[in-house]
């Protein structure tokens, strides 16, 4: 009987350790020709509102959290979903100083409304976080929205809500 009980546990340990996620650095690398045209500075600004409704309809905002636009490549949207599932920040060293040249971050002001400068022409993840609590449970995550901006100097406006949940392909 003990030796079904230990080889219960033996393969109890041994499953966990086959679902358990692999390092966030091991699943994917930082591709730099991939990423290359984001590297130079552009002219493009994007200029956004978020926010989340509630269940009696008002709304909550992204009032003085972190926003960033970064590349919509495989990598960052690897970091992005790291970041929805808790397992990173959503700036800070979840991107690396590295690639500080083509992670564009802001913060969002009271009414909820940011603006991001200097992008260059490409496709672009926004992504924020709207969160509020009640009743000491915490509803709400990161809204990511794609955005495509042309060699021009553009101006595109974006409204994030509860359908940017999740990131984009």
């Given amino acids: 009987m003990k030796t079904l009980i230990v080889a219960m546990a033996v393969l109890s340990v041994a499953a966990c350790s086959w ?5 966030p650095e091991a699943r994917l690398r930082f591709d730099a020709e991939a990423h ?3 590297f130079t500075p552009g002219t493009n600004e994007i200029r956004g509102h978020a926010f989340l409704r509630q269940s ?5 905002t992204c009032a003085g959290a972190p926003v960033i636009a970064t ?3 495989a990598y ?3 970091i992005l979903r790291l970041a929805a599932e ?14 500080a040249d083509i992670v564009h971050p802001t913060v969002c002001d009271r009414e909820g409304n940011f603006s991001i400068i200097g992008l260059s022409a490409g496709d672009w993840l926004v992504a924020t976080s ?5 009743r000491n449970l915490t509803y709400g995550g990161l809204l990511v929205y ?11 406006q974006i409204v994030m809500n509860e359908r940017d949940l999740g990131i984009p392909r």
């Fill in 146 to 156: 794609k955005v495509r901006l042309g060699n021009n100097k553009e101006l595109v």
């Fill in 71 to 73: 590349p919509a490549t």
């Fill in 36 to 38: 290359r045209p984001y």
């Fill in 130 to 134: 709207v969160n509020w609590s009640s």
């Fill in 56 to 60: 009696d309809q008002s709304h909550v």
């Fill in 19 to 23: 679902t358990r996620k692999p390092a």
């Fill in 86 to 99: 808790g397992q990173m920040p959503l700036v800070g060293d979840a991107v690396g100083s590295e690639y």
């Fill in 76 to 78: 960052f949207r690897q």
